[in-house]
């Protein structure tokens, strides 16, 4: 179940214009030289005004560029403001966030949401699925049964596992500088794993990413996490030095 090469995903959120290209190449850059990580791993979520400028511009491509969030609708419509997958994959991006907990506050449901990752598949974006409980859920006992039914309402049952990973975030943990008991993550992650597997009957494990405040200091915490597949960063992800500074500290 395990795996070496860990996944780092930047969410740059509603950050970035043209002159913040120099972040995407540093760490373009960074991943070209250090034989640690796995170049297909290290993938930047930029905002859609940026996604074809900066896929143009990086000439050589030792990371992957992806985006937020796209419309349900899979290719054109009249949906004034939106963007679809189709369009987002024109554009460059070969990943998609999907579910963020900033979104679902804004009144995504989880049947939205399946609309939302059945069209990016379709557009053959790799997804990243988000999940996660509120710091009410988790007063309440409700972790466990709140990010089961994320993933089984959300999923299709033969859901493309090269296409998707899932990325759990505690709510309470995003952009808070409060990070889960690591042995209390340890179990989430493997939950999730075994979760999807029986509900999803699937062969193989799905990849399970954490997110919420992770930064250079912290993340040697959550190497001892085995069944990890990596980490979803956001804030951190705005500067190229702490973005190579998480990777470098935890392969440290
Ligand atoms: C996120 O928004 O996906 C996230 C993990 O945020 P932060 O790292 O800033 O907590």
């Known amino acids: 179940m395990t795996n070496k090469f860990k996944y780092f995903i930047g969410n740059w959120k509603m950050f970035g214009d043209i002159g913040s290209f120099k972040i995407v190449s540093k760490i373009n850059q960074y991943a070209y030289k250090d034989k640690k990580v796995n170049k297909k791993k290290i993938v930047l979520c930029v905002p859609n005004t940026l996604i074809h400028f900066y896929n143009k511009k990086l000439k050589k491509k030792y990371i992957s560029l992806g985006v937020q969030n796209c419309h349900s609708n899979e290719k054109y419509g009249s949906f004034t403001g939106s963007v679809s997958a189709s369009m987002l994959k024109k554009a460059g991006a070969q990943h998609v966030i999907i579910g963020h907990s900033e979104n679902r506050s804004e009144g995504e449901t989880n049947q939205l949401l399946k609309k939302k990752v059945n069209s990016a598949i379709n557009q053959k974006l790799n997804v990243i699925f988000c999940i996660g409980e509120t710091h009410k859920d988790k007063k309440l006992g409700k972790t466990f049964s709140i990010i089961r039914n994320q993933m089984k309402e959300t999923l299709n049952k033969q859901i493309n596992l090269k296409k998707i990973i899932l990325a759990y975030e505690p709510v309470w943990a995003i952009g808070s500088n409060k990070i889960p008991k690591i042995n209390e993550l340890n179990i989430i992650i493997n939950f999730i794993k075994k979760t999807f597997k029986k509900n999803f009957k699937s ?50």
């Open 203 to 252: 062969k193989k494990y799905p990849k399970v990413l954490y997110g919420g405040s992770i930064g250079p200091k912290n993340i040697k915490l959550f190497a001892s996490i085995n069944e990890i597949d990596g980490f979803l960063v956001g804030g951190a992800s705005q500067s190229s030095k702490k973005f190579i500074d998480i990777i470098k500290n935890y392969y440290k």
